[in-house]
């Protein structure tokens, strides 16, 4: 057993839609450890979103329990919340968010400058990242300059820049043909080995999340079922593995 990061306890969330309640969670119970890599998967509707922004701290449950990283997260207030969103948590969404005006290597560091940390820190990092993501090339490109699978892996870089503990990737290849996916894929299991990073990732991709240690199914607003497998990876048992194949066929 690890040392558990995300522990929810009977989360429930319920939206009033035209007058109607939708029971859109209906108590799931989860504990994912530091240092986990999950997959969610379940039909559209089934609440995989719903449940990510309740963990993520972009939505508030209507009831049961989330606590990150030991502290829990139902009581506090917006202020604290952002806190512990902007410390602990990257996001990366199907439609990426960069900001088109900006550069490949700026919108990477603006998660830093907006928290009010200096150019002169953030850029070694954020070019690391890009470094990292296969993107060393394309750092003074715009957004419209870059192809889909250029632009998540922005995204992603952009997700690490804050050293986050736990990313929540939701259809993050949804936009992308299946070869450009599978590299993006393979960056996922690249930066929970190299960082440590807890990710959560919601997928459609089959293949991918049957690679995955452990895949959680959702469906109708509940955990279906929590399978966790032999991690299968080349080069899983090891510290370290050579530079991804995968990588560069991105
Ligand atoms: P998934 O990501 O698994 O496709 P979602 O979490 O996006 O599922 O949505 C689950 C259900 O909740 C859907 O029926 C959706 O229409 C509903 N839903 C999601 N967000 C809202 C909202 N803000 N208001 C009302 N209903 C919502
Ligand atoms: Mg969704």
């Known amino acids: 057993m690890g040392t558990p990061l995300v522990v929810v306890q009977d989360l429930r969330k319920m939206f009033v839609h035209m007058g109607r309640e939708l029971h859109v969670l209906r108590g799931i119970d989860l504990t994912i450890d530091q240092g986990e890599i999950v997959a969610m998967v379940g039909q559209s509707g089934a609440g995989k979103s719903t449940f ?14 989330i606590s990150l990283g030991g502290e829990e997260l139902t009581s506090l207030s917006s202020s604290k919340l952002a806190a512990i969103r902007n410390r602990m948590i990257g996001f990366v969404f199907q439609f990426h968010h960069l900001l088109p005006e900006f550069n490949a290597l700026e919108n990477v560091m603006m998660p830093g400058m907006i928290q009010g940390r200096s150019r002169k820190e953030l850029e070694p990092l954020a070019n690391s990242l890009l470094a990292e993501v296969g993107l060393a090339e394309r750092a003074s ?110």
């Open 52 to 65: 990510l922004h309740c963990i993520g701290t972009l939505d508030l449950p209507t009831s049961g329990k």
């Open 141 to 250: 490109h715009r957004p419209g300059e870059l192809s889909g699978g250029e632009q998540q892996r922005v995204a992603l870089a952009r997700a690490l820049v804050l050293s986050p503990k736990l990313i929540l990737a939701d259809e993050p290849t949804g936009n992308l043909d299946t070869k450009t996916s599978e590299a993006m894929h393979q960056l996922f299991f690249d930066v929970n080995r190299k960082h440590g990073t807890t990710i959560v990732v919601v997928t459609h991709n089959m293949a991918f999340a049957e690679s995955m240690p452990r895949v959680v199914r959702m469906r109708d607003g509940r955990i279906e079922a929590d399978e966790r497998r032999a991690d299968q990876r080349p080069g899983a048992s090891q510290a370290s593995e050579p530079e991804s194949p995968a990588r560069a066929a991105l």
